[in-house]
């Protein structure tokens, strides 16, 4: 029986870059399932994803990436998905890149995949030099924390196996997840890794994450994973 693959895609007024995101990973080898979780946009990004072919959760309010991105893995563990990958909806992850994250999940050899845009050796967009100094901060601190040592930690680019799936449809980070995300998998006992992936500017619109908004989203981010150090397994799932 061929595995049941996912894609969940949040998307927050991307109706400029939604279709040919769409497109570029409905034309993967890898013949996923995309789901398009249209975060409560004002434009026609939910109108234009379901014409692309993909399925679309159209959600009444916006609840911020945290809450679009559990959307899909609870559409992915209510439907029995084996893999879920996620991709941003402005076209910054390039779907050429899908196979080589979902590889270390199917071959057994971890259970977080995380598409890194430092191990390339191929130049990409590399991010604002705030964001940067936010990843760098966010190295340090997971690493410290928890001895995982992952070069992108705010990438949104991944791919996780069914037990994550149902760990993140119970429990995913509401704001700002991604570095989070890496310390809930890591307390469940979850195998992290990371493959060389290259990343575009995105095509339309601008990132939520500014420079004035970064302190705050690192005290936040902080705060947050300092708190999940000190919670028991129990609260995250089986």
């Known amino acids: 029986m061929p595995l049941k693959i996912l894609v969940i895609i949040p998307a927050y007024n991307e109706a400029g870059a939604i279709a040919r995101t769409v497109r570029e990973v409905l034309a993967s080898p890898l013949a996923p399932v995309v789901l398009v979780v249209d975060d409560g946009s004002q434009d026609e990004t939910f109108e234009i994803a379901r014409r692309t ?31 879920a990958l ?6 910054q992850h390039d779907a050429a890149y899908l196979r080589a994250l979902v590889e270390p999940v199917l071959n057994g050899q971890a ?18 030099w705030s964001r940067r100094l936010g ?6 601190l997971i690493a410290g924390l928890t001895g995982v040592r992952a070069t992108d930690p ?31 998998a890591h307390r469940m006992g979850a195998r992290v890794a990371e493959v060389p992936v290259v990343m575009r ?20 981010v902080t705060v947050a994973i300092l708190l999940h150090m000190i919670k028991q397994r129990k609260v995250y799932g089986p």
């Open 53 to 83: 072919g993909a399925r679309v959760v159209r959600l009444p309010v916006n609840l911020g990436i945290g809450g679009a991105v559990q959307t899909g893995y609870r559409y992915a563990a209510a439907h029995g998905f084996d893999v």
């Open 111 to 128: 259970d977080l995949v995380i598409g890194s845009r430092f191990l390339s050796a191929k130049e990409g967009f590399q991010s604002s």
């Open 201 to 220: 500017p995105r095509r339309e619109g601008v990132s939520s994450i500014g420079t004035l908004k970064s302190p705050y989203y690192m005290i936040k």
């Open 154 to 184: 705010t990438s949104g680019f991944r791919a996780c196996g069914k037990r994550l799936i149902h760990i993140f449809a119970g429990y995913y980070p509401s704001d700002f997840p991604e570095p989070e995300a890496i310390v809930v």
């Open 135 to 140: 990843i760098r901060f966010f190295r340090w």
């Open 86 to 91: 996620q991709l941003d909806g402005d076209g």
